[in-house]
């Protein structure tokens, strides 16, 4: 019997309720793997679950895959034909690439992987990536995608490169923003794109600001630290699987460095994630209520804001307003 390899295309996501929460860094993950299985590779197959995408079929199945995009939690598969297929993972929605050969498995009635509901498969002659339990699936010319109704709304993504710390400072200090609560303006994906529930209590502690303040009431110096976390945060959980935690990276990167492995952050976290502490480190406060924090050993607690559970540290996150 052949043995097809698979990988799940999202990596240690948050968890609320025994449900995979991915954020920006783990849809950045996922279409790392999806492009290193189909870019630049013409489609030999493709099959939706929905009956009003089935008109796409065959136009994109003998079609290049030009890019895969990432614009927060949403990802954008481009095509050399000029269509691109977006699709927003939501709650439920995960993506998982196999190496198989050309026809290998018939993807409209693939559902070996437990009992998730296949809703959208592409395949070229050597992988197939599939996308289970999505609901935000559609298919738009490329060119039009700026009308999109989240597209067209969404702000900068956490992950792009070019964004700057400054410009996030300018963002917050805007007069669209500079009133909200930050337990709120993080979720905001109108602020920040790939911003969720995890990132916003790992970020407010990093930056030791209190959830209830807005951007108004904090001085210069907090609001430019809160601009560095937004950025630094999320990129670190993209580079190291999920770990928003220094001090369990520092640990970890101790125990790569006696055993004489690599020490990138990549690496270190797969050595972390070997560990049965791994879910129970790798973060700095969130999932973390009751326990001492890291820095202070003041108890971390929990609270719920904008319907979504929240930790942070009393003694490190400052609640004082500046003005």
Same mark, same amino acid.
């Given at each position: 019997m052949r043995t097809v390899h698979c990988k799940l295309a999202t990596v240690k996501p948050a968890r609320i309720h025994g449900?995979?929460?991915?954020?920006?860094?783990e849809i950045r993950r996922a279409a790392d793997q999806i492009e290193r299985a189909l870019l630049g590779q013409e489609l030999t197959a493709v099959w939706f679950k929905f009956p009003a995408l089935k008109r796409f079929e065959?136009?994109?199945a003998k079609s290049q895959v030009r890019a895969i995009e990432t614009r927060g939690k949403a990802l954008l598969t481009h095509f050399a034909n000029d269509l691109t297929i977006y699709s927003h993972?939501?709650?439920y929605g995960i993506w998982r690439v196999c190496g198989e050969p050309e026809n290998a498995v018939d993807v409209s009635t693939e559902s070996s992987f437990s009992k998730r509901d296949l809703r959208l498969a592409l395949s070229t002659a050597g992988a197939t990536a599939r996308l289970y339990s999505a609901s935000d699936i559609s298919v738009h010319p490329t060119n039009e995608l700026a009308q999109h109704p989240f597209l067209s709304r969404v702000g900068p993504d956490?992950?792009?490169?070019?964004?700057?710390?400054?410009?996030l400072f300018e963002r917050m200090r805007s007069r669209r923003f500079a009133r909200k609560a930050l337990s709120t303006l993080l979720l905001d994906q109108k602020f920040l794109a790939g911003m969720g529930n995890y990132l916003r209590s790992e970020v407010l502690f990093a930056a030791r600001i209190g959830p209830d303040l807005r951007p108004i009431d904090l001085s210069d110096a907090d609001a430019r630290a809160l601009s560095v976390a937004l950025l630094?945060?999320?990129?670190?959980s993209y580079q190291s699987d999920g770990v928003t935690n220094l001090r369990a990276l520092a640990a970890d990167a101790k125990a790569a460095l006696d055993s004489?492995?690599?020490?990138?952050?990549?690496? /270190?976290?797969? %050595?972390? *994630?070997?560990n049965d502490d791994y879910e129970a480190h790798r973060f700095a406060v969130f999932d973390r209520d009751g326990l001492p924090c890291y820095d202070c050993n003041t108890r /971390?607690?929990? %609270?719920? *804001?904008?319907?979504r559970r929240l930790y942070f540290c009393p003694s490190c996150q400052s609640s004082k307003r500046q003005h």
């Open positions: 449900h995979a929460m991915p954020e920006g860094p065959s136009a994109l993972n939501q709650l956490v992950l792009d490169p070019g964004l700057s710390a400054e410009q630094a945060v999320p990129r670190l004489a492995l690599p020490g990138s952050a990549r690496r /270190i976290a797969k %050595i972390a *994630r070997g /971390i607690e929990r %609270i719920e *804001r904008a319907g």
